[in-house]
């Protein structure tokens, strides 16, 4: 009978908190992206919610299934209050699985909104990160994609398709973003949102990838620096497309399918200056021709890998290239020679800033082709 007691008592205190939950959901809003930007010398915080199918309405009626709720004020927290002055829900920050800079905050001082984000406990720091171009993150949440519901869950979805696809953009965190902010001797970079008109309107776009310098944006990489970014990035690879000319003066291109790769770097010291040695081996498929010449031949292979070798090394220079105009260390280069010889980086840490744009690298390029899938021959019209 005490045993039975006990057990009434555990499931009348498990419904009343469940029924508590409930209550509390229902007086809740799902955020689904969050939007910081200047405006007026103040910070504007932006909020895509996910609408609630009222009751005995189908969603096909009600409009956009998000709303988009902003308020401005002298700091995030104060914006977020002003928010909840005019709107009826507890916005659960602890949902939203996008973060999107404006460019004039990204461009102005980070600073004003790091620490607040950092000490936040509801935002998730593994949220994606992206800074707004040409757009504000308010335009950016108020814009429907086709085929998603809100475009605060198509953008990480995005840059997840494009990495195994095409292979330009690489995806960052906001606890990686923020880490490189406060780590010496590397730079923080993060993907570029945009709008651009399409044939069903305005639609949402990746282009570029934002360049930081200490807590300031200083400039972008374009989609081919991008891609020599990823390119360069150590560790393992999988995806992406590369195009390279077709060999023998034909005039048209040839696709090659990056399957998988692996990049090293480290920095060496030769004749009293410090050079860094890039080496990346990769292996794809043959993926597509635009030519009717037989070009997918056995004597052709070895070809068309010094093409796809020269394709990616020019990509990896042309990044190198942008990072050294800027100024911005974005590969770590500092923090490896950091962890390579201290004593060194004790003496060129206060003039890294100058000692970074100078630096040589080394790169090498080694790529096999394995597959050419339904056919190992090119397709000769007539």
């Known amino acids: 009978m005490k045993l039975l007691r006990i057990i009434g008592l555990i499931i009348i205190v498990l419904a009343g908190s469940g029924c508590s939950a409930a209550r509390e959901l229902n007086d809740a809003a799902i955020v689904a992206g969050i939007g910081m930007e200047l405006e007026d010398q103040q910070l504007k915080v932006s909020l895509q919610l996910a609408q609630p199918a009222l009751s005995g309405q189908s969603s096909s009626s009600s409009g956009p299934p998000f709303k ?10 104060e914006s977020l209050k002003k928010i909840g002055l005019s709107f009826p829900r507890e916005p659960l920050l602890s949902q939203a699985n996008l973060i999107i800079l404006g460019e004039k905050l990204s461009k102005t001082d980070l600073a004003l909104v790091a620490d607040a984000s950092l000490r936040n406990p509801s935002i998730r720091k593994n949220s994606v990160v992206a800074v ?29 398709n494009q990495e195994s696809q095409i292979g330009i953009y690489k995806s960052v965190t906001y606890d990686e973003f923020l880490n490189k902010l406060s780590t010496p001797g590397i730079e923080a970079v993060a993907p570029q949102v945009t709008l651009f008109d399409s044939l069903n309107g305005k639609t949402v776009k990746l282009e570029g990838t934002a360049v930081f310098k200490g807590r300031r944006m200083v400039g972008s990489l374009n ?5 020599g970014f990823r ?21 048209g291109m040839v696709a090659m399918e990056l399957t998988r790769s692996q990049t090293i770097v480290k920095p060496e010291l030769q004749d009293g200056k410090i050079v860094m040695k890039i080496e990346y081996v990769g292996e794809g498929n043959y993926y597509e021709q635009t030519s009717s010449a037989d070009i997918l031949s056995l004597e052709n292979i070895p070809v068309l890998e010094t093409l796809t070798e020269q394709a990616i090394k020019a990509d990896i220079k042309a990044c190198i290239s ?13 923090n490896m020679v950091n962890s390579w010889d201290p004593d060194l980086w004790k003496q060129a840490e206060n003039d890294w800033d100058k000692i970074f744009p100078g630096i040589n690298a080394e790169i090498t390029v080694k790529f096999d082709i394995r597959r050419s899938y339904l056919t190992d021959r090119s397709m000769v019209l007539k």
Do not use: Y
């Open 231 to 251: 390119f360069i990035t150590p560790g393992r690879m999988a995806g992406g497309i590369i195009n390279i000319p077709a060999p023998f003066d034909d005039p």
């Open 132 to 160: 707004a171009r040409a757009a504000s993150p308010e335009d950016i949440f108020n814009t429907e994609v086709l085929m998603e519901s809100l475009s605060a869950s198509a953008i990480p979805k995005m840059l997840k």
């Open 322 to 334: 942008k990072s050294q105009k800027l100024g911005s260390d974005i590969f770590g280069w500092g």
């Open 68 to 77: 988009v709720v902003s308020e401005t004020g002298r700091s995030f927290n």
């Open 223 to 227: 989609s081919r620096e991008s891609r």
